[in-house]
Nanobody, 126 residues
């Protein structure tokens, strides 16, 4: 369903772009695709999502202004551009699809109905 790529090791202040190829970016009503991360020992955090219907984007407070989510319908791909990375951004990032009402942008993402990719690791280290 979802295939992520683009994780890796980066220094603080650096940038990475994650990609999520999905089966279709057709305008499903009330459905959003985005990214959820989980750092070691911490709960899941909804990072950003984009509604497939109208392209509305939402962000967690912790990443607002640094991360940008976008989509390319021709490539059936959702991207997460991450800039000004911090040590606290280190986590496993998973591409997730779910109804918009189930999205939590911030700590505590815990939807039983979400579709998950396998995840890609992002390590921010000096």
């Amino acid at each position: 369903q979802f295939v992520e790529s683009g994780g890796g090791l980066v220094h603080p202040g650096g940038s990475l772009r994650l990609s999520c190829e999905i089966s279709s970016t057709a305008a499903l009503y009330n459905y959003a695709v985005g990214w959820v991360r989980q750092a070691s020992g911490k709960e899941r955090e909804g990072v950003a999502c984009i509604e497939l219907g109208d392209g509305t984007t939402r962000y967690a407070h912790s990443v607002r202004g640094r991360f940008t989510i976008s989509r390319d319908n021709a490539k059936n791909t959702v991207y997460l551009e991450m800039n000004s990375l911090k040590l606290d951004d280190t986590a496993l990032y998973s591409c997730v699809g779910d109804a918009i009402e189930n999205w939590v942008l911030g700590p505590g993402f815990d939807s039983a109905y979400a579709t998950w990719g396998q995840g890609t690791q992002v390590n921010v280290s000096a």
